[in-house]
């Protein structure tokens, strides 16, 4: 069975520093996707940025960008410039197709220092 | 477009009574997915439909929890009867048809049995 560690419960960052989120996964398949989603106060799920396992090149998505190392099952995402905004659960998830189900690591808080 | 809406957005419950939540996945969404969040256990999936078929509800806790989906448009989770356990939030997430499209996630549905 797939699995997704978040060993990260908390990180904080000082506004306009960059801040990197760790994520590890665990799968026997060669094509899947990562997917990072925040989830503010609101609870609403936002899906920040994904990756697609057969693409070797990083996804990024404005200040939002990820280092996917597939040999190390690692994905991180790294925020740059971080704003008050950014304050969130941070979930990282796994999927074997896109319409199959997710599997979501336990999250990270983050808090944005003014 | 709207996204998917789901319905009530809180409930309040006494233990034993019947629950039911609803959801409207986005317009030509294939996929329908039903998640909850809890402290302990973290995002789950319960169960997905395809075309309103289930395909997965190996999630489904026991014979408690239900699901449905009549049409393309609307689909409910019932609980009956309910029980202090089953406090959480559930969301809905639709995708279209495409092995490669990402799920949106609808507000969510804040349930609390007493």
């Known amino acids: 069975a797939q699995t997704v560690t978040q060993s990260q419960p908390e990180m904080s960052v000082q506004e306009a520093e960059t801040v990197t989120l760790s994520c590890t996964y665990d799968?026997?398949?060669?094509?899947?996707?990562l997917f990072w989603y925040k989830q503010p106060p609101s609870r609403q799920m936002i899906l920040v940025i994904r990756?697609?396992?057969?693409?070797?090149q990083n996804a990024t998505e404005n200040r939002f960008s990820v280092n996917f190392q597939k040999a190390a099952k690692s994905f991180s995402l790294k925020i740059s410039d971080s704003q008050l905004g950014d304050a969130a659960m941070y979930f990282c998830?796994?999927?074997?197709?896109?319409?199959?189900?997710?599997?979501f690591g336990t999250g990270t808080r983050l808090t944005i220092i003014p | 477009d709207a996204g998917v809406i789901q319905s009530p957005r809180h409930e309040v419950t006494e233990m034993g009574q019947e629950v039911t939540l609803r959801c409207k996945p986005i317009?030509?969404?294939?996929?329908l997915f039903w998640y909850r969040q809890t402290m302990m256990r973290g995002l789950e999936l319960l169960i997905y439909?395809?075309?309103?078929?289930?395909?997965?509800d190996s999630g489904m806790p026991e014979d408690r929890f239900s699901a449905k989906m009549p049409n393309a448009s609307f689909s409910t989770l019932k609980i009956q009867p309910s029980e202090p356990r089953d406090s959480a939030v559930y969301f809905c997430?639709?995708?279209?048809?495409?092995?490669?499209?990402?799920?949106?996630f609808g507000p969510g549905t804040r349930l609390t049995v007493l």
């Open positions: 997430a639709s995708t279209p048809k495409r092995s490669t499209d990402t799920q949106y």
């Open positions: 799968t026997s398949e060669s094509d899947y996707y």
């Open positions: 990756q697609e396992a057969y693409k070797q």
């Open positions: 998830a796994y999927s074997r197709f896109g319409n199959e189900k997710l599997t």
């Open positions: 317009s030509g969404h294939d996929y």
């Open positions: 439909f395809n075309n309103n078929v289930p395909i997965d």
